[in-house]
């Protein structure tokens, strides 16, 4: 069983468009995340939520917008995309509120590519 | 703010061999917890070991086992008698002890190949 799961694994879109991706887990957690991997497979944290309400929030372009419709998902949609929005977008979640050292599983990852 | 270092962007060792990843990092904090996560060509993120600052003993999984450093913020990775699907990148990641809603700092991370 998947417990972490992402749609879609590839998005290939043009700059200016809008796009979403999906992240549900069925690991019964409290808390989720977004993180962007880039080119140089550098890899940081953008959102987190705990519960359906926003705990993290990166410095992160305001065209970067989460949205968690239950504590099992927690969806990522992008406005006017960029071509530095290029990237493999990771979520994960932890079982409670991302408390000390808690540990995070992670999906499969979403690659973005904006031409 | 944390910083983590993976000095080697790169390694390779041969299968059933022994190798070491190192990764340092920066911080004022005392209490903290510190993780290697594996992605392999999959992509997909997963945790490979984690040590809590305050325990002095190196946590061990299996093949995998770290040497912990506090002072010298050292926390390298060991991986006995290496398997073809080692394989991966492999990232260190530091996070502070004080509820901070999970939020990780990551290295740059290190390629392992593992050689047949």
């Known amino acids: 069983d998947t417990a972490v799961s992402q749609t879609p694994k590839y998005l290939v879109t043009q700059m200016g468009n809008d796009k979403s991706i999906k992240c549900e887990q069925n690991?019964?957690?409290?808390?989720m995340y977004w993180y962007k991997q880039d080119s140089k497979k550098f890899l940081k944290i953008m959102f987190s939520?705990?519960?359906?309400?926003?705990?993290i929030n990166e410095t992160v372009p305001n065209r970067f917008s989460p949205k968690s419709p239950d504590k099992a998902h927690l969806n990522l949609h992008i406005n006017s995309l960029e071509l530095g929005d290029s990237a493999v977008y990771f979520c994960?979640?932890?079982?409670?509120?991302?408390?000390?050292?808690?540990?995070?599983?992670f999906g499969p990852g979403t690659r973005l590519l904006v031409l | 703010a944390q910083t983590v270092t993976q000095s080697q962007p790169e390694m390779s060792v041969q299968e059933a061999e022994t190798v070491t990843l190192s990764c340092t990092y920066d911080?004022?904090?005392?209490?903290?917890?510190l993780f290697w996560y594996k992605q392999p060509p999959s992509r997909q993120m997963i945790l490979v070991i984690r040590?809590?600052?305050?325990?002095?003993q190196n946590a061990t999984e299996n093949r995998f086992s770290v040497n912990f450093q506090k002072a010298a913020k050292s926390f390298s990775l060991k991986i006995s008698d290496s398997q073809l699907g080692d394989t991966a990148m492999y990232f260190c990641?530091?996070?502070?002890?004080?509820?901070?809603?999970?939020?990780?700092?990551f290295g740059d991370g290190t390629t392992l190949t593992v050689k047949p």
């Open positions: 994960a979640s932890s079982l409670t509120s991302g408390g000390p050292g808690e540990t995070q599983y």
């Open positions: 690991l019964g957690h409290d808390t």
């Open positions: 939520y705990n519960n359906k309400e926003l705990i």
């Open positions: 911080t004022s904090e005392n209490n903290y917890y």
């Open positions: 040590q809590e600052a305050y325990k002095q």
């Open positions: 990641a530091f996070m502070k002890g004080q509820s901070n809603a999970g939020k990780s700092t």
